[in-house]
């Protein structure tokens, strides 16, 4: 299967090195064209139609982010490349993107062009990057978090989720509805991808919906009565700081 990408960064030098592995190291990969900018980036996409499209995020005037906002449709795989940028990378991860960090390691190059090919075989519309690009208009509607299981990827409003419970590698999400996904990440990245969504760490294994407590239990050593009835533990060590965020 060949690929047609194209490669839009402002650096010529990360698009030459880019270039370059793709040629030596993901034959499937044929790059018709490169831009240096958002706007020549626009150009070669209508011009081109590419499978895929390896994306600079920080670029002058107007970044990787708002060259997709200016596209009516996006019918195309994109990979962003970025240097280390918490905010973005955030955003990314959230809706469980695929981007790779300046300067590009070869095997997550490789890596991550066999999750597109894998994307095309399977025909599917990048609902993905669809869901990135609905959380970033400025909007009440609750934002969605992609949560990638063994077969395929649920996409869940974030005020469903009543708390999260972690397992080794993996990361039980309960939600609203009594339902429950097992996704294969640690409980550490869902702590990092929800804090800005009133989620707090209570204990190494438990990280709740503030907005989904119904009581704080004192005796038994404490714990936190959720929304759905599960009964939290909570760290020794970070109870007073626990209970003071819950009365704020």
């Known amino acids: 299967m060949e690929i047609r990408s194209v490669i839009i960064d402002d650096e010529a030098g990360n698009r030459e090195n880019l270039h370059l592995m793709l040629a030596r190291h993901c034959q499937a990969v044929k790059v018709v064209a490169t831009a240096a900018s958002a706007a020549d980036g626009l150009k070669i996409i209508r011009e081109y139609h590419p499978d895929l499209v390896f994306l600079d995020i920080e670029m002058p005037h107007r970044n990787g982010f708002d060259l997709l906002e200016d596209l009516p449709a996006i019918d195309f795989e994109v990979i962003f490349v970025t240097a280390f940028d918490q905010y973005a990378i955030r955003a990314i991860k959230f809706c469980a993107l695929d981007y790779l960090l300046k300067p590009i390691d070869m095997q997550e190059l490789k890596d991550a062009v066999n999750r597109v090919e894998e994307q095309m075989v399977k025909n599917r519309q990048n609902e993905n990057l669809r869901i990135f690009m609905q959380n970033r208009l400025p909007s009440n509607q609750a934002k969605k978090i992609a949560l990638p299981t063994a077969d395929k990827v649920d996409f869940v409003d974030v005020n469903e989720i009543i708390r ?85």
């Open 164 to 248: 999260c419970q972690g397992e080794s590698n993996y990361t039980h999400i309960f939600l609203r509805d009594g339902s429950k996904i097992l996704v294969s990440r640690t409980l550490k990245e869902y702590e990092h991808l929800l804090e800005e969504y009133n989620f707090l760490r209570v204990h190494q294994s438990h990280l709740i919906n503030i907005a989904e407590v119904r009581s704080y239990v004192k005796r038994e050593g404490g714990y936190i009565m959720m929304s759905d009835g599960a009964q939290v533990s909570v760290s020794k060590q970070k109870k007073e700081s626990i209970l003071r965020r819950l009365t704020e």
